[in-house]
């Protein structure tokens, strides 16, 4: 591990919660000594108390390892605000509707950012019936390939997963879709106009 949650990262959360250094020990059972020591980086919280203090602080271990505290805004689960996450080890692609701490494989997951598609990514939208069809000319190699297609609606996400040496297409329900994503597994998410 080459992070570990430092007394700044405390000080700061604790501070949020209007709480005082006797409080938080109280809520996790040490003494506010250890607490000052950790705020002062004069020593570090067991980790066998990262849970605890975790929950005392309201947020995640995975945050709380990261000094970030994450709040997703989108209350409502407006689908439209999806934010998606693509693991660089095993592939995985995970969907939030908003902010969010995604770790997969040991890693904490950056939320892909999408870009307009340029020349290189140029994706093809055509209406057929009741639905999208989404292609594009993009290789499909082991080394270089569109990872998936997806449309979002304002009520769901519709993903498909695509593979090296297939074909790089597929159908979407037209139904309420607010945007449509592709993601190269080289250059990025990009958004298809």
């Given at each position: 591990?080459?992070?570990?949650?430092?007394?700044?990262?405390?000080?700061?959360?604790?501070?949020?919660?209007?709480?005082?250094?006797?409080?938080?020990?109280?809520?996790?059972?040490?003494?506010?000594?250890?607490?000052?020591?950790?705020?002062?980086?004069?020593?570090?919280?067991?980790?066998?108390?990262?849970?605890?203090?975790?929950?005392?602080?309201?947020?995640?271990?995975?945050?709380?390892?990261?000094?970030?505290?994450?709040?997703?805004?989108?209350?409502?689960?407006?689908?439209?605000?999806?934010?998606?996450?693509?693991?660089?080890?095993?592939?995985?692609?995970?969907v939030a509707s908003g902010e969010a701490v995604v770790s997969c494989c040991g890693i904490k997951?950056?939320?892909?950012?999408?870009?307009?598609?340029?020349?290189?990514?140029?994706?093809?939208?055509?209406?057929?019936?009741?639905?999208?069809?989404?292609?594009?000319?993009?290789?499909?190699?082991?080394?270089?390939?569109?990872?998936?297609?997806?449309?979002?609606?304002?009520?769901?996400?519709?993903?498909?997963?695509?593979?090296?040496?297939?074909?790089?297409?597929?159908?979407?329900?037209?139904?309420?879709?607010?945007?449509?994503?592709?993601?190269?597994?080289?250059?990025?998410?990009?958004?298809?106009?």
């Amino acid at each position: 591990m080459d992070k570990y949650v430092t007394g700044a990262v405390i000080r700061r959360l604790r501070e949020k919660k209007k709480i005082t250094q006797e409080e938080l020990a109280e809520m996790i059972h040490v003494s506010s000594k250890a607490v000052s020591k950790w705020e002062t980086g004069h020593g570090l919280p067991d980790i066998s108390l990262l849970e605890p203090l975790a929950q005392a602080l309201d947020i995640s271990v995975i945050e709380l390892l990261s000094g970030e505290d994450i709040s997703n805004m989108n209350r409502a689960s407006n689908m439209a605000k999806s934010r998606f996450y693509v693991c660089p080890v095993c592939g995985n692609v995970i969907v939030a509707s908003g902010e969010a701490v995604v770790s997969c494989c040991g890693i904490k997951l950056p939320p892909l950012e999408p870009e307009e598609a340029d020349e290189e990514h140029v994706i093809h939208r055509k209406i057929i019936e009741d639905e999208y069809f989404v292609s594009t000319d993009h290789p499909m190699t082991k080394d270089h390939y569109i990872s998936f297609l997806a449309a979002v609606s304002d009520f769901g996400v519709q993903l498909v997963k695509l593979y090296p040496e297939g074909s790089a297409e597929a159908r979407f329900k037209i139904d309420r879709v607010k945007r449509i994503y592709a993601y190269c597994n080289r250059h990025g998410l990009y958004l298809i106009p």
